[in-house]
C-alpha cells in the first residue's frame, strides 16, 4: 500500500464566507491506515474543512473554495455527499444520523440491502425485490465485529444507549466496501469513558486494516493516544502540525488558544478590589444543549468578567438562567438582594440587562423597525419613551424621543442603515448586532450580560464592538459579564475569566494568566495549582 | 413618474390592484347591463359599513401572533346576547342600541378571556382551534337559544311559547339607528344613500384601536406578535399580551354583529353566526394584511374591495349570463381570497 502517494493530501485550501475569511492555505496531506488527529477551538475551522472535503453543498452555495484537494493522487471535487461517498470518504457525524425506528440492521444497511428475487421485480423493477434478512444480519454483525464490539443488531437505534449508537453509524460506514477514508468528528464526545476506550480501540484495528481517518476531538489525550499525527488549526490557519511523541497536552492547549497575548491584556489597569455586585450560589439552568450544573462566582462592581468554554459545556446557560430566559434554580443575589429567577421582568428591573447570543431569534424583532429594536425594552421596563395622557391614564407611545435615541445610538455605534426606520431584517450581522447593544444602553444597566458579542460578525466590527463594551465599562462604570467562545477575545477585554466545563466553573483566572492555563480548564483538567481556587471569586 | 407608478404598485400590491381594477371594470361595464350604479354603490358603502367592524376584529389578534380571528362567531355570540336582551328589555332606539352593547361588552370581555386561555395553550395553532371554537360555541347557542329565559313575543316561537325563533326582527326597536344618524338620502327611495352614522361609528372604532397600538400595551402586544421570544426577554408577560388581544378582538366582534344587525334589520340566531368569520377575515387578507400583520388601512382597503366586489360581481354577471350566480361567485371569492392568503403566509415564513 505505501506506494509514496499519500490517499489524501490538502494543497492551500482556503475558504471564505460573505467576506468573512475562515479557512486560509491549509496544506496536509494523510497517508494510507494513518490517522489524523485535527483539533481547535470552536470556529476554528475545523467544521468547515469538513464540510469542503465532504462537498457539501453548503460550500458550492457560497461560492465554493480555493486550493485543490487529492485523493490517491488525483484532484477531487465533490458537488454533493453522495459523491463523496462514492469516491470512498466516511463520515461519522457528531448528531446522530439513525432512524430511531429501525434496528440496528437496518440502519447500517440502509439503501445497501441485501435483496433477494421475487417475481413482481419483472413488472416493478429492482426496487420490489424482497429484503434478505439473513444476509443482512450477517454483514450488520460482520460490520459490527470489525470494530471489535457486540451489539444485538435487532434493537432498535430508539433504545439503545448513546455508545452503541456511536458504534452504529461507524458499522455502517465500515460496510461501505469501499471506504478508505473516515472522517469522525467528535465520536467520543457523548462517550462514556469506558466506550470511549474501546472505540479507540476498534478504530486502531480500523486503521491497522488500511482505512485512514480523520479524527476531530476536544479530548487532547485521545487525540495524543490515537494519531498518528496532530494538526492544530486556530483562526482558520494550521498553526501546528507535529506527531504525539514530539509534543504534550500542554503544548497542544497552548496552540489552539494561542499565545501571543499577554500584550493586548496588559493595557488594562489591574483593579482595586471593590464589593461584589452580583453574586452566584449553585446556580442550575435547564438550557437545552447548554446545561448549567452548579456554578459559583462572584462578580465585584465595575469589572468586566468573561466567562469562557467550550461549546455546550453551559457557558451560555449562566446569563440566560440569571436574566430568567430558562428554568433555574440556586441564588442569584444583585447587590446584596437576592433576585426571583424564571422571571425575565424582575431580573431587568433589578438593573440587569441582556445582549443574547440568539440575535435572530431572542435579540431582535427582525420585522420591525431599528427604533422599536432599540427603544422596546427601555419602553416596557422603564417607561422611557412614553408619554402619559390623560392623567397617567394612557400611555401613549412617543415616536419623537424614540426617533431621537436611535439616531444617537446610530451615531454613535456606526451603525450603517438607510434610516431609523429600517427593518432589522435588512441589516449585516454586525449592524444586528450593534442594535442589540444599543438596546441594552438605552435601559443603563448597572449589570450588562453580553453573550457571543462578536460571533458572526467581521472584524472591524468586531473592534468596534469591544471598544465600546470598554468605553461603556470606564465612562458608565457598567459591570460587564461577556461570554464568548473566542478566548483571545475575552482576555483582551477582561479582568478575569471563568472557564466552564461540564456546567461548573472549573476555574477563574486573571485575564493575564497563560492561555496554557485557560486550555487545560477547558479540557475539564485541572491544573495542579488550582484545586482550591474553583467557585471560588476573588483572583 | 415610472418609478413612482412602481413604487405605488410596490406599496398597495399587485393583489389589490388587480381586484382593484376589477372593480371598477364592474362599475363601467354595470350601466351596459342595465345596473344602476348610484344604487350598486350605495349597496357597497352600506355593505361595508355593515361590516366594517367585523373585519376589524382580525386586527388585535393578527398583530399579537393569535393568527386570523377564525372564532369570531364567539363575539358575534355576545353580541346576540346583547341584542337579545335589550329587545327583551323593550329598549328602542339609540338608548336601545347602546343598552345592547352595554350588555354585550361585558359577556365578550368573559368569553374572549375564556377563548384566550385555550389558544395560549395551543400556540402555533390558534387559527385551526379558533376555527373549532367558533364552530363549537355556535352549535352550543343554538340549545341556549331554545332554553335561555327570553319571553318577549315579538322573539318567540309563534307556536310553542318558547324558545328564541331563528330571525328576530329590530324593525320598532333599533333598526337603522346609527345608519340614518346624519344620513344622506334614503335607502328606501332609490336614491343615492350613504349610512353616515354607520361610518363614524366604523371610524371612532378604528381610531381607538389605532390609538391603543400606539400606547406602552399595544407596543407590546405587536412586539408579542413580531417575536414572542424577544418580547419574553423584555420583560413582557407573553400570555397576558395575547389574552388582551383576544378580548379585545371579541369585544370588536360583539359590536360588529350589532352595528351589522341595526343594517340588516334582522337578529340571526342558531347556525347564523357559523360562517360570519369567513368574509371578514378574507377581507383584511384582501386589504393586505398578513396573518401577524394588519393595519387599519388594510381593514379600510380590505372592506371596501371585497364588499365591493361581494355586491357588484352578482348583480353585473348576472345580468350578463341572465342566470343567479351570486351565491356561487360569492363563495368562490371569499374563499378563494382566504386560500391565496394563506398559502401566501408559508411563502412569507420561508
Avoid at chain 1, 476554528?44 to 472535503?53: D, E, P, Q, V
Avoid at chain 1, 453573550?451 to 467581521?458: A, K, L, M
Avoid at chain 2, 412602481?6 to 345596473?35: C, D, H, Q, T
Wanted: glycine content about 10%.
Amino acid at each position: 500500500m505505501a506506494n509514496g502517494e499519500p490517499l489524501l493530501r490538502v494543497e492551500s485550501v482556503g475558504k471564505e464566507f460573505f467576506g468573512n475569511r475562515v479557512l486560509a492555505d491549509v496544506d496536509f496531506s494523510l497517508g494510507h491506515g494513518e490517522i489524523l488527529g485535527l483539533v481547535g477551538e470552536n470556529g476554528a475551522g475545523k467544521s468547515t474543512l469538513m464540510n469542503i472535503l465532504f462537498g457539501m453543498p453548503v460550500i458550492a452555495s457560497t461560492g465554493g473554495y480555493e486550493g485543490r484537494i487529492l485523493l490517491d493522487g488525483k484532484e477531487v471535487k465533490f458537488s454533493s455527499p453522495f459523491e463523496a461517498i462514492d469516491a470512498g470518504i466516511g463520515m461519522v457525524h457528531q448528531e446522530f444520523s439513525l432512524l430511531p425506528g429501525f434496528t440496528v440492521t437496518e440502519n447500517i444497511l440502509l439503501n445497501r440491502e441485501s435483496t433477494k428475487y421475487n417475481p413482481l421485480v419483472e413488472v416493478f423493477g429492482e426496487r420490489i425485490r424482497t429484503l434478505d434478512r439473513q444476509g443482512m444480519k450477517k454483514r450488520a454483525e460482520a460490520a459490527i465485529s470489525e470494530i471489535g464490539f457486540s451489539i444485538d443488531t435487532g434493537t432498535f437505534a430508539a433504545e439503545m444507549p448513546v455508545g452503541h449508537k456511536q458504534f452504529t453509524e461507524i458499522a455502517r460506514e465500515i460496510d461501505r466496501l469501499n471506504t478508505k477514508l473516515l472522517v469522525l468528528d467528535e465520536p467520543t464526545a457523548v462517550l462514556a469513558e469506558s466506550e470511549a476506550e474501546i472505540l479507540i480501540q476498534s478504530l486502531r484495528n480500523l486503521s491497522s486494516k488500511g482505512i485512514s481517518m480523520i479524527f476531530i476531538s476536544h479530548r487532547l489525550q485521545e487525540i495524543l493516544d490515537l494519531c498518528d499525527k496532530i494538526v492544530v488549526l486556530r483562526d482558520g490557519r494550521i498553526v501546528k502540525e507535529t506527531r504525539p511523541s514530539d509534543t504534550d497536552i500542554f503544548q497542544i492547549a497552548s496552540h489552539m488558544v494561542g499565545r501571543n497575548v499577554e500584550a493586548s491584556s496588559a493595557s488594562r489597569p489591574s483593579r482595586p478590589d471593590t464589593e461584589a455586585i452580583l453574586e452566584v450560589d449553585k446556580l442550575w439552568v435547564d438550557m437545552p444543549g447548554e446545561t448549567v450544573r452548579d456554578a459559583t462566582f462572584s462578580v465585584q462592581r465595575g469589572e468586566i468578567f468573561g466567562i469562557g468554554g467550550l461549546a455546550g459545556q453551559g457557558k451560555l446557560g449562566i446569563a440566560n438562567g440569571i436574566m430568567g430566559l430558562f428554568m433555574a434554580g440556586g441564588s442569584v443575589s444583585v447587590k446584596g438582594l437576592v433576585i426571583k429567577l424564571n422571571d425575565p421582568a424582575h431580573s431587568l428591573s433589578r438593573d440587569m440587562a441582556f445582549v443574547s447570543e440568539d440575535r435572530r431569534g431572542v435579540g431582535l424583532l427582525l420585522e420591525e423597525s431599528i427604533d422599536w429594536n432599540i427603544a422596546f425594552t427601555a419602553m416596557q421596563v422603564q417607561d422611557k419613551f412614553v408619554r402619559k395622557l390623560l392623567g397617567g391614564l394612557v400611555k401613549w407611545r412617543d415616536d419623537a424621543a424614540m426617533r431621537a435615541a436611535t439616531q444617537e445610538y446610530i451615531k454613535l455605534l456606526d451603525i450603517k442603515c438607510t434610516s431609523h426606520k429600517q427593518r432589522a431584517v435588512e441589516l449585516s450581522g454586525g449592524n444586528q448586532q450593534k442594535v442589540c447593544l444599543a438596546k441594552a444602553f438605552v435601559v443603563g444597566p448597572d449589570i450588562l450580560f453580553v453573550s457571543e458579542p462578536t460571533r458572526g460578525i467581521d472584524v472591524g466590527a468586531k473592534k468596534l464592538v469591544l471598544d465600546t463594551l470598554r468605553k461603556v465599562n470606564e465612562e458608565r462604570g457598567t459591570t460587564i459579564i461577556m461570554t464568548s467562545s473566542e478566548l483571545e477575545e475575552l482576555r483582551s477585554v477582561c479582568d478575569r475569566i471563568a472557564i466552564v466545563d461540564n456546567g461548573r466553573i472549573s476555574g477563574i483566572r486573571p485575564a493575564a494568566a497563560p492561555a496554557t492555563e485557560f486550555g487545560l480548564l477547558m479540557m475539564g483538567s485541572e491544573p495542579a495549582v488550582a484545586g482550591s481556587d474553583v467557585g471560588g471569586g476573588d483572583a | 413618474m415610472v418609478a413612482k407608478l412602481k413604487k405605488f404598485i410596490e406599496n398597495a400590491g399587485w393583489p389589490r390592484i388587480i381586484i382593484g381594477l376589477f372593480l371598477v371594470s364592474l362599475y363601467i361595464a354595470a350601466p351596459m347591463v342595465n345596473v344602476k350604479v348610484l344604487t350598486s354603490l350605495s349597496d357597497t358603502l352600506v355593505r361595508v359599513g355593515m361590516n366594517g367592524v367585523l373585519v376589524l376584529a382580525m386586527v388585535p389578534m393578527v398583530q399579537s401572533g393569535c393568527g386570523l380571528n377564525f372564532g369570531l362567531p364567539l363575539g358575534i355570540i355576545a353580541g346576540l346576547l346583547g341584542a337579545t336582551t335589550s329587545i327583551q328589555f323593550q329598549a328602542r332606539g339609540l338608548a336601545g342600541f347602546g343598552f345592547a352593547m352595554l350588555v354585550a361588552v361585558p359577556i365578550a370581555v368573559a368569553l374572549g378571556f375564556i377563548y384566550a386561555q385555550i389558544l395560549n395553550r395551543v400556540k402555533g395553532e390558534e387559527m385551526m382551534i379558533a376555527t373549532y371554537v367558533g364552530f363549537s360555541s355556535v352549535a352550543v347557542m343554538c340549545m341556549a337559544w331554545l332554553l335561555l329565559p327570553f319571553n318577549s313575543p315579538v322573539m318567540i316561537w309563534g307556536y310553542g311559547g318558547s324558545g328564541l325563533r331563528t330571525t328576530i326582527s329590530t324593525e320598532n326597536y333599533w333598526r337603522h339607528v346609527l345608519s340614518d344618524f346624519l344620513a344622506f338620502g334614503s335607502d328606501t327611495s332609490g336614491t343615492f344613500y350613504v349610512p353616515t352614522g354607520m361610518f363614524i361609528f366604523f371610524f371612532l372604532m378604528l381610531f381607538l384601536v389605532w390609538g391603543f397600538f400606539r400606547t406602552k400595551t399595544g407596543t407590546a402586544i405587536t412586539a408579542v406578535g413580531s417575536n414572542p421570544e424577544f418580547a419574553r426577554a423584555s420583560g413582557i408577560d407573553v400570555n397576558r399580551m395575547r389574552t388582551i388581544s383576544v378580548i379585545l378582538s371579541t369585544v370588536l366582534g360583539a359590536l360588529g354583529i350589532l352595528v351589522y344587525e341595526q343594517s340588516f334589520g334582522f337578529i340571526q340566531l342558531y347556525m347564523g353566526p357559523l360562517y360570519m368569520a369567513f368574509p371578514a377575515v378574507a377581507a383584511i387578507l384582501l386589504g393586505g394584511a398578513s396573518v401577524n400583520k394588519a393595519t387599519m388601512v388594510n381593514v379600510v382597503v380590505g372592506t371596501f374591495l371585497f364588499q365591493g366586489i361581494l355586491t357588484m360581481t352578482p348583480s353585473v354577471i348576472n345580468s350578463l349570463l341572465q342566470s343567479d350566480m351570486s351565491e356561487v361567485i360569492r363563495i368562490i371569492v371569499s374563499n378563494g381570497m382566504i386560500l391565496y392568503a394563506l398559502t401566501r403566509k408559508t411563502q412569507v415564513k420561508r
